[in-house]
């Protein structure tokens, strides 16, 4: 599992800085546990696994 930060949230996605991938990984709200999405704000720590896509890496499991 990977740990990153809130950098971006648009609507039903947003993407999170992390630091031990060096990427900014795309995140979308039917892939965010637990804490609500409404609750979430710019520099909330977040805890995630990695997928690829077409576009390149996206969060999945991830949590607060």
């Given amino acids: 599992a990977f740990?990153?930060?809130?950098?971006t949230l648009k609507?039903?996605?947003g993407f999170v800085?992390?630091?031990s991938?060096?990427?900014?990984i795309f995140l979308t709200r039917s892939e965010m546990?637990?804490?609500p999405w409404?609750?979430?704000r710019l520099g909330d720590s977040v805890k995630f696994k990695?997928?690829?896509s077409y576009r390149g890496p996206c969060c999945i499991d991830a949590a607060t």
């Fill in 3 to 7: 740990e990153g930060t809130i950098r």
């Fill in 11 to 13: 609507g039903d996605y």
């Fill in 17 to 19: 800085d992390c630091a």
């Fill in 21 to 24: 991938l060096g990427a900014v």
């Fill in 33 to 35: 546990k637990g804490e």
């Fill in 38 to 40: 409404t609750h979430l």
């Fill in 50 to 52: 990695v997928a690829f």
